[in-house]
């Protein structure tokens, strides 16, 4: 049974900073793209950021380039998302996903397996 678990998330004034971290389960890690996306309110869910199977190679969304920062521990079957200058706008509830296709990182249609999410809230 594959299990994706986040946690890390809560609340921060803006400026701040929080690490998430999703533990894997139940499947082979290391052939696995990772990523991480998130949903506000009302909207659609968004990628955030993803690493690559073997750990090389990361990719982000512009709104988050530059403070967000993915990386991955093998040896802990865990992918990290650590977060800086967060502002109000990075609310949401934050995901974690696996990707089997390596196609489309961006693409949340790609993902095979995903976590229960873990609430990120920015006070200004």
């Known amino acids: 049974q594959v299990q994706l678990v986040e946690s890390g998330g809560g609340l921060v004034q803006a400026g701040g900073s929080l690490r998430l971290s999703c533990v894997a389960s139940g499947l082979t890690f290391s052939i696995y793209t990772m990523g991480w996306f998130r949903q506000a309110p009302g909207k659609e869910r968004e990628f955030v950021a993803a690493i690559d199977w073997r750990g090389g190679s990361t990719t982000y969304a512009d709104s988050v380039k530059g403070r967000f920062t993915i990386s991955r521990d093998f040896a802990k079957n865990t992918v990290y998302l650590q977060m800086n200058n967060l502002k109000p706008e990075d609310t949401a509830v934050y995901y974690c996903?696996?990707?089997?296709?390596?196609?489309?990182?961006?693409?949340?249609?790609?993902?095979?397996?995903w976590g229960q999410g873990t609430q990120v809230t920015v006070s200004s």
């Open positions: 996903a696996a990707d089997l296709q390596h196609a489309d990182a961006r693409n949340h249609f790609q993902y095979d397996y």
